[in-house]
C-alpha cells in the first residue's frame, strides 16, 4: 500500500521488471480502473529508461480487436511481457481465457490496481475475480486507499489475493464473527472490542506498506475553505427541508412548487442542491418536464471570482451535480473541457493529455470518473470544489492526481462551504478524518449555533 500519488504504478512495474530479470515470471497482467489502464500505465512504462525493454500489450478496442490481441498473446506471437486490461472488461476477459492451459504466462502474475474497487462483496467482478483467482500463482494488489470507510472493505481484496485462504470465502461469517449490527435494517456495522486489532494483526503478513518517510517528498498540499452564507429566504427552504424532508419553494407570486424527499438519505442529498444553490424537481415532475429550480449565486459568484483570480494558474474544477457542471460551463465557458459521464474515451484521453501539456487554463472532473490513479500533476497545482465530497476515498484520492510524485509546485485546494449546511458534515467526515458519528455530531451542533434548528 502506498499513499494515493506515491508512484505504486511505476514501484509495480520496476517490480515486475526484476521479476522477469530473474525468471520468478514470464508475464504480468495489469487490471485497473479503465482510464488508468489505456492512460497511465502505458505512460509509466514509457517514462522510466529502466524499463523501455517491457513490451505492452493493451487489451482495449472493440470485441474484435481484443480478440485478435488475446489470440496473439495465447501462441506467444510477439514479445509481450505485459499486459493491460480496464477492470470494465474483466468478466469478457476471464471467459475468454477459461480454457487456457494453467501452466501459461499469463497466469504467472495478476496485478490488481485500485483493489479497493473491489471491496464490494455482493459485486459482480470481485465475485468474478474471487472464483478465478486460483488460477494465477501470484496475485498483488495496489491501493493507496485499501480501507476507504471501515475494516468492512477488507474482506473481498483479502479473499482475491489470498484466494480465501486468509479469512474464508464467506463475507457474512466473518463479519458476523467480528462486528455487530448497529441498526435495524443491518446497513451499519460496527466491529466488536478488539476486532480491529486482530483484523489488522491477521492481514499484516499480506501487505507491504511505504510509508511517508520512505517515498519521495512532496510539495507542500494547502487546503483553504472558503466560506459562504446562504440567503435568509434558502436558509428557511432550507430548515424545512432538514425538519420535514421536504420544501415549498416560491415560483411566483401566486404559485408554489413543493419537493417531497422520499426518506432521510434523499433528504440529505436535497440539502446538498441547495447548498450548491439549486434543487432538482420530483421524478413525477422531472417525466412532465419541469427543469432544475435556480435557489441562489452564492456558489456561482464564488466560482467567478475564483476564475478571476486564478488567470493564468491553471485549475482543476471539481463538480458532484451535472447541474454544478453547467453553473462552471456557465462561468468559464461552454467549451470547458471535463472528465466525466458522457465522455467517451478518445476525448478523455485528448483533454488528459492536453491539460497535461499545459493547453487548458481550467478542466473539470467528477471524481468518480477521475478520482483514481490518473496523473495530472504535470498541468497545473491549484484544485477547487464546488463542495466537499462524501466519500473520504474519492476526497483522497482527487486530489492526488495532482499532489503525487512528480508535482514541482505546492498544491492548493480550495473548497467552497454553505455555513450551517451538509457542507460542513461532508467536510468533517473527509478532510478531519471524523467517524461519521463524530461528523454527524458536530454537523447538529453547528446546526443548532446558526440557528437553522429552531
Known sequence: ??????????????????????????????????????????????????????????????????????????????????????????????????????????????????????????????????????????IWGLSGTLRPNSALDLFMPARIVTRGKLWGKSYYQWRKERFYQTDYMGYSWTALPGAEGRINAEIEPYCVTLHADELPQLPELSVVLDTIHLPDAVKDLYHQMHRKLFAQIRKGKDEIETVIAANAAVATGKLAQIANGFMYPNEEETAAGRRVTPLHDEKRDWLADLVREHAGRPTLLVYEYLEDLNIMCEVAGRELPYLGAGVGDKVSAAHIRRWNAGEYPLMALHPRAAGHGLNLQAGGADMAWMAPTWSPELWEQTIARLHRSGQTQPVIVRVCVAAGTVDQLKLNRVHFKMTEQQAFERYLAGYEEVGLDG
Not at 497482467?29 to 513490451?55: D, Y
Request: hydrophobic share 45%.
Open 1 to 138: 500500500m502506498v499513499r494515493p500519488g506515491g508512484g505504486k504504478t511505476a514501484s509495480a512495474l520496476t517490480a515486475i521488471a526484476e521479476l522477469q530479470e530473474s525468471g520468478e515470471i514470464r508475464h504480468a497482467l495489469v487490471v485497473a480502473p479503465k482510464r488508468v489502464a489505456t492512460e497511465v500505465w502505458p505512460a509509466e512504462i514509457g517514462a522510466w529508461e529502466h524499463l523501455f525493454s517491457m513490451h505492452e500489450l493493451r487489451l482495449a478496442g472493440t470485441p474484435h480487436h481484443r480478440t485478435e490481441f488475446l489470440r496473439r498473446l495465447r501462441i506467444g506471437e510477439g514479445p509481450y511481457t505485459i499486459s493491460v486490461i480496464g477492470l470494465d472488461l474483466i468478466a469478457w476477459l476471464l471467459e475468454q481465457i477459461a480454457d487456457w492451459p494453467e501452466d501459461h504466462p499469463v497466469f504467472d502474475l495478476l496485478v490488481l490496481d485500485e483493489i479497493s474497487k473491489l471491496r464490494d462483496p455482493t459485486g459482480v467482478r470481485a465475485k468474478l475475480l474471487a472464483k478465478h483467482a486460483h488460477r494465477w500463482k501470484m
